[in-house]
């Protein structure tokens, strides 16, 4: 599903397979492969690559709920808890919200496998500012 039509394609998402399955102001779905190009030397999931698409989701629910055409968001604090390990398939995140305020959101965000069984959980913590030359 193409949320982000006209944005530059070379992007993290891109490099990483960020793909969305879902996305409204409540919830917002992704997934990613797990491959060697999101692996730790040992050959797991990359800790950085779950925060990653854990920021992804939260930060693009952020979005729905601001005034696109005078707001931007960006990733104030992230924290994450690795419980499982994952050498390949996909896992996908699922975000919603915690609080949606006038200039910060909390978003709560699950990993999960194939399976359903959690990978990781974070919460993510998203700073609603005025866009360039706007409010």
Known sequence: MS???GSPRQ?????LGIEFVEHTRERVVATMPVAPRV??????LH???????AETV???GAWLNCDQSREH???LEINANHL??????????????IHV???????????????????????????????AGGA
């Not at 800790?47 to 698409?53: D, E, I, R």
């Not at 499982?84 to 919200?97: E, L």
């Not at 006038?102 to 959980?121: L, M, N, P, S, Y």
Request: with cysteine; charged share 20%.
């Open 84 to 97: 499982r390990a994952k050498r390949d398939g996909v896992v996908t995140a699922t975000a919603t919200p």
């Open 47 to 53: 800790g950085g690559a779950s925060v990653a698409l």
């Open 3 to 5: 949320l982000f039509e």
């Open 101 to 131: 305020g006038r200039r910060t959101q909390v978003w709560d965000v699950r990993i999960t496998d194939e399976q359903g069984k959690a990978v990781c959980v974070s919460r993510c913590t998203i700073a609603v500012i005025p866009a």
């Open 73 to 75: 968001v960006v990733g």
């Open 58 to 60: 939260a930060s693009t």
């Open 39 to 44: 692996h730790q030397p040992f050959g797991l």
């Open 11 to 15: 992007t993290l998402l891109a490099t």
